[in-house]
């Protein structure tokens, strides 16, 4: 329900607010006064494009905000999606700049325009005379069909595991795709495995067997300088332990004076114990040491081997060769067993798609038994508004084949999508001896709204629809018409709230809250304003309505008349 607008800098308002109430919501005023202004206002906050040359003041920016109670219409998962705060009273706001700028809040977080106009639509609806699309939408007439036979469960159920279905069909059309590629490539996969396989590659051979040729390559020179070590520690004349012995020699001769040079003996003599293990091992790697050509040319081989790999394959390392091999692997079993799983995941799709027929079925005979009630409310309420000879049909089919999931069945195609298997289609005719035909055809405009205002009668009864504004949906009707599409607006507004303009005192006469809207031009600038009308003001103002500025004391009577007969019902 919309509780409050707030509207700054807009058209010929500079600043205005509204407060709405429950059920009937009246605006009057002359043409031109600004109602139209007030829904253009409104419709910034449902998501509408905006322009700067309709602000008031073009150095300031224009913000219109609106208040809505919305407990009851199930929006918390929408909040939830949106990342967004749920409030039972929720805040739409939107902003635009001088420049064109414009920016959007749902209490008070900032979304984008999509997101807002996908809550206003929940939110309001309005409806204009020439709003004819709505009422000609299949989805709409489906909507009207399914509220009334009221399967909500059933059809959330039905359209869970059609999304279900649709994800699982993507994923076999994918598996399918892949399957068949890998087939096809299937003997280049192979040889590229069998190759690596072939190969016997180690992760961690590379780096020793580069080390150990780069030592092969260089034997000649290790074996001398390890020969030289060798010698000058241990061989020759002047061998470095020949000379630490003659050392320690020195050293023990006076160590008896000294406890420092007997701990410093002591060392040196570990010293010397050390060097000869040094000797021992590098006399042991030099004998070890030595030429091997048929070594270098086998490590030369694997090397070049690797090396190959790796640039054919565009890596650098034994690791990523060894995990394109199991990539290999991997497709090559793909290719051998995919069929088994295309096989499975088409089964479970039969009997899922089997699942969906029964439940498309029931949603079928659900829609098929409320089909008849809507038909004879329809025409029974058109009949209320002064269209006796109206007639309407609501056409049931099969979905054609495109646009859903097709399946063979036998010789017959089974379509489904997501609200089951039925195209609906309502038929309309005005006039007796007129075929029936798509009311965008043979309904005028005050028909149209007259046919929308006895079908949206209809929906209110069975769930909870937004705020529901009309444009003047009683253009073209006069007199007990008028008077009858005031009860119809007065029924529906048991449901939920209803926003009409109007210029017939008939209709204004329904309505719960009243409100006035006008120019005013006290001042050196025209403004737009808007009052809520008090019983006396409201008695003045639809005698106005009958008989002019200047309304007689017959005016006044029969405006107290219709106001006595709201009190009354």
């Known amino acids: 329900m919309l509780q409050k607008l707030t509207i700054n800098n807009y058209a010929l308002i500079d600043n205005l607010e509204i407060s709405f109430g429950e059920g009937l919501n009246i605006l009057t005023g ?35 905000e609106g208040s809505f109670k919305i407990s009851g219409f199930h929006l918390s998962s929408f909040f939830e999606e949106n990342d967004l705060d749920y409030e039972t009273e929720t805040v739409l706001r939107r902003e635009i700049s001088a420049d064109g700028k414009s920016r959007a809040f749902v209490n008070d977080t900032p979304v984008n325009l999509t997101a807002l106009k996908q809550l206003g639509e929940k939110l309001i609806d309005i409806h204009s005379q020439h ?33 279900a279905f649709k994800k699982d069909t993507g994923k076999l059309n ?28 180690s992760a961690d051979e590379q780096e020793p067997l580069e080390k150990e040729l780069y030592a092969l390559n260089n034997a000649e020179e290790i074996k001398r300088n390890l020969y030289g070590a060798y010698y000058l520690v241990q061989e020759s004349e002047m061998a470095a332990i020949s000379q630490l012995r003659e050392a320690g020699q020195q ?30 091992e590098v006399e042991l790697i030099e004998q070890k040491t030595h030429t091997n050509e048929a070594r270098v040319e086998e490590i030369n081989t ?105 399946e063979a069945a036998g010789k017959s195609l089974i379509t489904l999508n997501e609200n089951g298997t039925d195209h609906i289609r ?25 046919l929308m205002l006895s079908i949206k009668s209809i929906i209110a009864k069975y769930t909870a629809l937004p705020t529901i504004i009309f444009d003047e949906i009683d253009t073209g009707v006069s007199g007990e018409v008028a008077n009858k599409v005031g009860q119809i607006m007065e029924r529906l507004a048991d449901n ?36 809520k009308l008090d019983n006396h003001e409201r008695v003045l103002e639809i005698a106005k309505m009958l008989s002019g500025d200047k309304p007689g004391e017959s005016a006044l009577q029969n405006a107290r008349e219709l106001l006595g007969k709201v009190s009354s019902s």
């Open 251 to 280: 050293l023990g001769s006076i160590e008896k004076f000294d406890s420092q040079i007997e701990e410093l003996h002591q060392r040196l003599n570990s010293a010397i114990i050390e060097l000869k293990d040094i000797a021992t």
């Open 302 to 406: 694997r090397l070049s081997l690797i090396y190959n790999l790796q640039k054919k394959h565009r890596v650098n390392s034994n690791a990523e060769l060894l995990q394109i091999q199991d990539d290999l692997s991997g497709k090559i079993q793909q290719a051998l067993f995919s069929d088994e799983a295309i096989e499975k995941l088409q089964k479970q799709l039969a009997s899922d798609k089997a699942e969906l027929e029964k439940l498309a079925a029931k949603l079928t005979a659900n829609r098929l038994k409320a089909i008849p009630a809507i038909e004879k409310q329809v025409i029974a309420t058109l009949a209320e508004m002064g269209m006796n000879n109206s007639t309407m049909k609501i056409e049931q089919a099969p979905l054609p084949p495109k646009g859903g999931v097709i």
């Open 30 to 64: 002359e043409t031109g006064a600004g109602k139209s202004i007030i829904l253009g206002a409104l419709s910034l906050i449902l998501g509408q494009r905006a322009e700067s040359r309709y602000f008031f003041n073009q150095q300031k920016k224009c913000v219109i």
């Open 174 to 201: 994918q598996l399918i795709a892949e399957s068949d590629k890998a087939k096809a490539d299937l003997d280049y996969f192979q040889f590229q495995f069998d190759e690596l396989d072939k190969v016997s590659i």
């Open 131 to 163: 709003a004819t699309l709505e009422i000609n939408d299949p989805e709409f007439q489906l909507l009207v069909v399914d509220s009334v036979a009221k399967h909500d469960e059933l059809l959330n159920d039905y359209r869970n595991k059609y999304h």
């Open 496 to 531: 939920l709230q209803v926003i009409t303009i109007t210029h017939l005192p008939q209709m204004a006469s329904k309505g719960k809250n009243h409100y006035f809207v006008y120019k005013d031009d006290s001042s050196a600038t025209t403004y737009t304003r808007i009052k």
């Open 426 to 450: 309502f038929l309309f005719s005005a006039n007796k001896g007129h075929s029936l035909a798509e009311m965008s055809k043979v309904a005028s405009g005050g028909e149209l709204s007259r």
